[in-house]
């Protein structure tokens, strides 16, 4: 189940305290029609209504504007004292308002928040001894309360402020796990984004590298096929146009061998399955001489390892045309074991030229290999160059 964006989150959120303040002004209208208001006279019951509107008021908006939220908090208790209003009931939910802050507040707002409960509950134990603050509830509370700080043993002035920074540091503390528990979930889901993104980077280089590696493997046989016929021209007699003839068919059959299969990798991007006596009887056709053995019984192969097979072949043929002995026979040799299919092409190179890798093809085969579990090898054994590669059948 996919988890709330942000937007859904905050506006969630502003619901909740709108609801919140809706409570905070019912309870007020019930608290003012109780007996213990019933002696107040009117003007006071003016100021009674403007704590609750303005309590009322920081509960809705200490999600959108925690800054407001926390500045009525103190001024509406400051103003209280000045004008001598007694403390309601109601204004317990400033216990939501500390919630609300170390939930939705910036950094600036959650510690200014923290700071308040302290200098709050300090400020509450100085004026309750002054007596210069009262609390409207009735006589019985108020004693049970007051009981219960001095049965603490810790005199009444430790005990109220360790009363109220109870009362309000649970909510806060309450806020502060739940804000933490979000900023959490979401560098979660900016992790699982950026990974995401990262493999789905991956997955699109991946499919650029083997596009190139394909287009490589294909343009770079055919153009090995008519660049050897192309060369080959140049010592064919000028009275035999037959054989020059067949020498254009062969390079305008290479040539579109080459763009059908380029076309076919560029719109599927898939690899060719064809067949590997169909390579190597393309090849003769082209006029090469390929001499080509196979042992042991032909098995299936999963569609990964023929395309492997095809591509790793086509490559080794089109370096052995391309850097071996001009004329000289393709030997290419398949055996079929149990466990494995094995590959080998030789060519012979000519004598004393210096020992290299057969063109760049190599690392493109043992890439095509290594992914199926295979494994490339080639060396130069005097003047003859040997690739082997070899393909694990499970």
């Known amino acids: ?4 964006n942000v937007g859904e989150m905050e506006d969630r959120g502003t619901l909740l305290c ?3 303040a809706v409570a905070v002004l019912v309870s007020g209208m019930i608290e003012l029609g109780t007996e213990v208001w019933q002696f107040y006279s009117g003007t006071r019951h003016v100021l009674f209504a403007l704590v609750v509107a303005g309590t009322a008021l920081a509960v809705g908006v200490m999600r959108r504007l925690p800054w407001l939220a926390l500045a009525l908090a103190w001024l509406i208790p400051v103003c209280q004292v000045v004008t ?27 510690w200014l928040s923290a700071l308040s409960i302290l200098a709050g509950a300090v400020t509450a134990m100085v004026l309750l001894g002054f007596d210069a603050l009262r609390i409207t509830i009735p006589s019985a509370s108020w004693y049970l309360i007051a009981g219960t700080v001095n049965e603490l043993g810790i005199g009444w002035q430790i005990g109220t402020f360790l009363l109220l920074g109870a009362l309000l540091g649970m909510p806060w503390l309450a806020g502060f796990a739940l804000r933490i528990s979000d900023r959490a979930r979401t560098d979660l889901a900016r992790a699982a984004r950026e990974r995401a993104q ?33 060369e080959s021209g140049q010592y064919l007699a000028d009275d035999d146009p037959a054989a020059l003839k067949s020498a254009l068919a062969t390079i305008a059959t290479s040539a579109r061998t080459s763009l059908r299969d380029v076309r076919e990798v560029l719109t599927t991007t898939r690899d060719s399955a064809d067949d590997l006596d169909q390579l190597i009887g393309n090849l003769r056709d082209s006029g090469h001489e390929v001499l080509s053995s196979q042992e042991g019984m032909p098995l299936p192969l999963d569609e990964a390892r023929r395309t492997t097979a095809y591509r790793v072949l086509q490559e080794m043929l089109t370096n052995a045309i391309r850097h071996g002995l001009r004329g000289g026979a393709l030997i290419v040799r398949r055996n079929w074991a149990d466990d494995a299919f094995e590959v080998e092409v030789r060519n012979a190179v000519s004598p004393g030229t210096a020992e290299s890798s057969p063109g760049s093809g190599l690392d493109g085969m043992r890439e095509r290999l290594v992914a199926v579990g295979g494994t490339l090898s080639a060396s130069r054994n005097g003047d003859v160059f040997v690739a082997t590669a070899r393909i694990p059948l499970s």
């Open 84 to 110: 001598g209003t007694p403390l309601v009931i109601t204004q317990a939910a400033v216990v939501m308002i500390a919630f609300g802050l170390a939930r939705w507040g910036s950094p600036v707002i959650l």
């Open 1 to 4: 189940m996919p988890s709330p």
């Open 198 to 230: 990262a493999e789905e980077t991956a997955r699109i280089r991946d499919a650029q590298t083997r596009l190139a590696r394909d287009v490589h493997d294909v343009v770079g046989h055919s153009l090995a096929v008519i660049l050897a016929q192309a």
């Open 18 to 20: 709108a609801v919140a």
